[in-house]
């Protein structure tokens, strides 16, 4: 039996293998256009953490300022970007998962595992950050 997209709706669910690369790769292109269309219409600001240290006092503090105006005059335009961001990151985790090498040589298993635990990082992060802002947290 294959497996479906909703196991209560079996009757009218797609069916998909669970490691079909063609069906991340569609969801991942389908992410991408939207968050792209999202960007256009209003990118939200993200300074991370990197990007702040490399800053002095005033740009760092106006930054933040930045983020907290945008995320509070739009919450949910920019959880959904945030949201959107995280799911990405998640299905190149798959991918990346998925297209593993049979026998990877131990800089190529290494170079995986961090590129792995980057993207890993970024879901996280941008989930964070996502519910922060719905629950109006100032600690984005």
């Known amino acids: 039996m294959t497996p ?20 991340l790769a569609t969801a991942l292109q389908a992410l991408d256009q939207l968050l792209g269309t999202l960007k256009q219409r209003d990118d939200v ?21 930045a983020e907290q105006a945008r995320y509070g005059a739009q919450p949910e335009h920019s959880a ?7 799911a990405i990151a998640l299905l190149e985790v798959s991918q990346a998962l998925i ?10 298993r290494e170079r995986q595992w961090k590129t792995l635990v980057a993207y890993t990082k970024t879901a ?16 984005y």
């Open 4 to 23: 479906t997209l909703d196991p209560a709706d079996a009757g009218t669910a797609i069916p998909v293998q669970p490691t079909d690369p063609q069906h």
């Open 80 to 86: 959904l970007q945030f949201c959107v961001t995280a």
């Open 99 to 108: 297209h593993q090498p049979q026998n990877p040589t131990p800089q190529e």
């Open 124 to 139: 996280g992060r941008s989930a964070y950050r996502a519910a922060s802002i719905l629950t109006d947290q100032k600690d």
């Open 45 to 65: 600001p993200f300074y991370g953490p990197t990007l702040l240290a490399s800053m002095n006092e005033l740009d760092q503090r106006l930054a933040v300022e």
